[in-house]
């Protein structure tokens, strides 16, 4: 399969891309034309970055409407408190079997234009969904949520993995200090990938291996995100949704929110999207580059921006196609006659506003299942 005449998102370089056997085989600026015994796809308008790595959502809470009416010192507070106020809500989605709301979870990420999604939670026991769900990890929710969590995080038969857990998601003292305890209690220095940070200082980053950066779900709970602009000369930081308990369902939304806290370059912030992750994780995903994951997206251009605005500018309903190791996840009606000679039963088709997409799998079908279980669900997709 050739990808003809493409833009490269920041850079604005012209790219042909030719993928093959679920890697990118091929790279160059000058398209040939129709090559002779290759699937060609031509392209106008166009841009083109490696599938997004979503480093941090919880698959199975984004039924989830966002809870909460005020800012909070931590998240041990805001638990509590939308436990006790939102009662009927969480019992609604609760009522869905986890394995649909985990699927869910995994096509909010896909109609975003991710292709790896890191889960925070338990292994999904059943996974054969059209993007990554990385769990190559283990996952410790915090001090506060998790009884015993020192015992786990210096679990000897889990040395070579790296520990996902929120840390420092707080305004106040208590906060700060979780930190303090979090890696005083790290006997076996194992590698913690911190998530959130808020109440994070310099001195601390630095005992971690990366900082998942969380800005919606930080301005949603806590009024304040984390002082990435500091602490990213200590830590790699990278990117992360949340669930929509804390959240829009529109991951360039959060995109949009961090570039406002000006703490980022453009480039830094697109990083932490793509190559950060990639090298945290050890992924061959994060880049357009020969001999790497065929993992793509090729999205609209807006008329009149440049590479780098028009990456920042993009919405679900503006992504043309999503590539998964090679395979077509995802793609516009506007690719139909372009694409109609492919199995069209494995896709279903949705709309976002008035964008027709072509899903792999049965996405209609997985809708129509979850509003058995709790009717009048809203998803941002018919």
């Known amino acids: 399969m050739i990808l003809n005449n493409l833009k490269m998102a920041i850079t604005g370089a012209p790219v042909n891309i030719r993928v093959a056997d679920g890697r990118i085989a091929n790279i160059w600026a000058s398209p040939l034309g129709h090559v002779p015994g290759e699937f060609n796809l031509e392209f106008k308008n166009a841009i083109v970055f490696p599938g ?63 292709t790896t999604v890191v889960n925070h939670g338990k292994k999904i026991k059943k996974h054969a969904g059209p993007i990554s769900v990385f769990e190559n990890c283990q996952c410790i929710h915090s001090v506060q949520f998790e009884k015993k969590w020192w015992l786990s995080l210096n679990n000897p038969l889990k040395m070579n993995l790296p520990v996902a857990i929120h840390t420092g998601e707080g305004i106040d003292e208590a906060s700060a200090k979780e930190i303090d305890k979090l890696i005083g209690r790290n006997v076996l220095k194992r590698d913690i990938i911190g998530i959130h940070g808020v109440a994070m200082n310099e001195e601390q980053a630095q005992s971690l291996k990366a900082l998942v950066w969380c800005p919606e779900s930080n301005y949603f709970l806590l009024g304040k995100t984390a002082p990435v602009a500091q602490l990213k000369e200590n830590v790699p ?14 991951l360039w939304e959060h995109i949009r929110k961090a570039k406002a806290t000006k703490q980022l370059t453009d480039i830094e912030l697109f990083e932490t999207l793509t190559t950060n992750a990639a090298n945290t994780w050890k992924l061959q995903t994060g880049k357009i580059a020969e001999g790497r994951d065929a993992d793509i997206v090729v999205a609209r251009e807006r008329k009149g921006a440049s590479a780098t605005e028009a990456f920042f500018m993009l919405n679900p309903e503006d992504i043309l196609m ?42 209609p079908q997985l809708m129509h299942r979850i509003s058995e279980f709790y009717r009048g669900v809203s998803f941002p997709v018919i």
């Open 52 to 114: 997004l790595i979503n480093s941090h959502d919880h698959l199975d809470f984004n039924l989830f409407p966002a809870l909460g009416d005020r800012t909070y010192r931590n998240y041990t507070e805001w638990g509590r408190y939308i436990h006790k106020t939102y009662k009927d809500k969480i019992e609604r989605v609760m009522k869905v079997p986890i394995g649909l709301r985990e699927q869910w979870g995994i096509y909010k990420n896909l109609l975003n234009g991710v």
């Open 237 to 250: 930081i990278m990117f992360g949704t949340d669930s929509t308990l804390t959240g829009n369902w529109n």
């Open 322 to 363: 999503v590539v998964h190791k090679g395979h077509i996840v995802l793609f516009d009606e506007d690719l139909y006659t372009q694409l109609k000679s492919i199995d069209l039963d494995n896709y279903g088709r949705v709309y976002i506003k008035t964008a027709c997409k072509y899903v792999s799998g049965n996405l």
